[in-house]
């Protein structure tokens, strides 16, 4: 699925739409550079879970979780953003594994930086930059 999108509001749009598909479980892998709106997206999808709180950038954390109900069933949204992480030892011991859950939705900011540690199900989501307020976003599922 391809989107274009010429403000914040609109690409939270496309994130709603997309947390609406979101199992537990999901993982969402974000690609993209600094300012592409990563995080930005990642404010509609906690909208579209129904989150109500207000989600800010991690940058400093790595991660924050908000519990949450989806369909009624208790589960954790876990953003994450691994600007900050430096080499491969540094993600491994981020304990990663642990939030790959069934309880869980994920979404990560620069997942490109632990690629082959993704789950391979999962969804990539590729935001470009082509203009000051325009953003090319890419949605694809992989199985
Ligand atoms: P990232 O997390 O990828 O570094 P942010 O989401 O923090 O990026 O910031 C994106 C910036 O781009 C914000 O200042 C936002 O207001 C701006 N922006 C302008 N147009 C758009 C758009 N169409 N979609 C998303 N962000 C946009
Ligand atoms: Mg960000």
Redesign the pocket.
Known sequence: MEAR????K??KKVAEKLAKTLAAGSVVALF??????????VQGLAKGLGINRKVI?PTFVFMRSYPFLHHKKPLTFYHIDLYRGQDATDFRNLGLDEVFTEDAIVVL?WAEKIKDALPKKRVDVT?ISVG????KISIKVRK
């Open positions: 999108t010429n403000s914040p609109e690409t993209g550079d600094l300012g592409a709106g990563k995080t930005v997206f950038s900011e935001i000051e307020k325009t953003r």
